[in-house]
């Protein structure tokens, strides 16, 4: 109620199905040579790096009807609150220099801190809003946003993050047992893009003109028209798309 407002923004929806073929047949000797979990997430967001890297002008946010590129590639990761059922996130910085063993392990170090209330940004954050009576709180968010995404301010004293969201959201629906989902961007985050991680199961596929069965991933990509237009999300896309098919490349060469 107090974020969203009447439907009057450039948002585009579109699906993205991956063959992850390929990758799951490599997958268990990579986890068990480091010791780790890898889950599609930690897939989307190595090829999502890899993505923006080879079109920068995406990583990008509106200020005054300009767009203004980011210097670095950091994602956003939603993670589930157990206790309180609460969406909260973190965000890994120049995720396009990690490899894919050391993105998995940030991600489990910055989202352990998340769940055991360590993150002193957060922490800030929630004791200021919980104070704010609801009705306030859209035109303060706002006008909060304005200071920090639109003039750029260091809002850093008041417990903000610089670039809190990073260059993209990504938030996985897989682990609830949801098939598919599209989200959309939430306003104050300042992302042109969001990718919502669907649960693999197993489908018929065309492969070279040939019917057969696949594990495929289900992702719903949202974008920001005004950074990403068709041009660019096919040009994502197919990047994307590229780690998958050549994973001993693009996920595997360390």
Known sequence: MAVWQSPNDPTV??????DLKKTLELLPEYEKKYGVNITPTHLVAKACAHAIS????????????????????????????????ELTGVTIRNIDQLSLVDLT????????????????????SYGLFKI??????????????????????????????????????????????????????VPFSRVPALMTVGRVKDKPWVDHGELVIRPILPIGFTFD????????????????????????KFFFND
């Not at 929806?13 to 991956?18: A, F, G, V």
């Not at 300009?66 to 993670?79: A, C, G, M, W």
């Not at 028209?225 to 001993?248: M, N, T, W, Y």
């Open 225 to 248: 028209h005004r950074v990403i237009d068709g041009g660019h999300g096919a040009q994502l896309s197919s990047k994307f798309r590229e780690c998958f098919q050549f994973p001993e």
């Open 132 to 185: 704010i009576p609801w009705r306030l709180l859209g035109p303060i968010l706002n006008f909060f946003t304005f200071l920090h995404m639109d003039l750029n301010l260091n809002l850093s004293f008041l417990g903000f993050a610089r670039e809190p969201f990073g260059s993209m959201m990504i938030t996985s629906v897989g682990k609830w047992d949801i098939d598919l989902a599209f989200a959309p961007i």
């Open 105 to 124: 392990k940030a991600l489990k170090q910055k989202s352990q801190r998340v769940r055991n209330h360590q993150d002193k940004h957060i922490n800030a």
């Open 13 to 18: 929806y579109s699906l993205l199905e991956i």
């Open 54 to 85: 080879c079109h920068p002008q995406i990583n990008s946010i509106v200020r005054f009807g300009r767009l203004y590129q980011r210097p670095t590639i950091d994602l956003f990761f939603q993670v589930h609150q157990e206790e309180t059922h």
